[in-house]
T-cell receptor, first 112, second 115 residues
Framework: GNSVTQMEGPVTLSEEAFLTINCTYT??????LFWYVQYPGEGLQLLLK?????DKGSNKGFEATYRKETTSFHLEKGSVQVSDSAVYFC???????????FGKGTTLSVSS | DAGVIQSPRHEVTEMGQEVTLRCKLI?????LFWYRQTMMRGLELLIY????????DSGMPEDRFSAKMPNASFSTLKIQPSEPRDSAVYFC?????????????FGAGTRLSVL
């Protein structure tokens, strides 16, 4: 079945550091890929998405590129801020599916 | 526009009691999803509805769990009787439709503790 694997956290960075959170997936066909972010005490918010191979999703300085050949969708940001501290979830919707399938989440902690 | 609204935000109850979680969809949305988040299993889909009809309930743990959409804008998730292993954060999400191009918008969640 479809699944998503994220790097284990927590990830601890200093402000202005470069961020990478790895995400790989297993799915038949061509799933759509998503990154959601969960701030403390809040629900999940869509951060970015990509619906076909080689698409790049971007938002708020975050980027991720849909790599079909490596089945990956790594999240990157060039310079993190304290306000980026949150839990980040990689997710997919399968080609014939509807519901999101989530990775376990990666906690990011940024200190000043 | 108001987002997805869940109530209560926190619920503490004793084993054996009935628990009802509530969710109000974003106006105009016609798909509704219930997810459960635990440390051990992460985020899992419990059930989803399209146009008030349950489409996939394969994630509902057992008969103690039931979900309804009495109208197009409101849903309930009921646990009866509740057990300590039901302790989790329960999220609902709504979207304009189904399929991979339809973004799901999440509520803030209900944190359930069953003692």
């Amino acid at each position: 079945g479809n699944s998503v694997t994220q790097m284990e956290g927590p990830v601890t960075l200093s402000e202005e550091a470069f961020l990478t959170i790895n995400c790989t997936y297993t799915a038949t066909g061509y799933p759509s890929l998503f990154w959601y972010v969960q701030y403390p005490g809040e629900g999940l918010q869509l951060l970015l998405k990509a619906t076909k191979a080689d698409d790049k999703g971007s938002n708020k300085g975050f980027e991720a590129t849909y790599r079909k050949e490596t089945t990956s969708f790594h999240l990157e940001k060039g310079s993190v801020q304290v306000s980026d501290s949150a839990v980040y979830f990689c997710a997919l919707i399968g080609q014939a599916g509807t519901a999101l399938i989530f990775g376990k989440g990666t906690t990011l902690s940024v200190s000043s | 526009d108001a987002g997805v609204i869940q109530s209560p935000r926190h619920e503490v109850t004793e084993m054996g009691q009935e628990v009802t979680l509530r969710c109000k969809l974003i106006s105009g949305h016609n798909s509704l999803f219930w997810y459960r988040q635990t440390m051990m299993r992460g985020l899992e889909l419990l059930i989803y509805f399209n146009n008030n009809v349950p489409i996939d309930d394969s994630g509902m743990p057992e008969d103690r769990f039931s979900a309804k959409m009495p109208n197009a804008s409101f849903s309930t998730l009921k646990i009866q009787p509740s057990e300590p292993r039901d302790s989790a954060v329960y999220f609902c999400a709504s979207s304009l439709g189904t399929g991979d191009s339809n973004i799901q918008y999440f509520g803030a969640g209900t944190r359930l503790s069953v003692l």
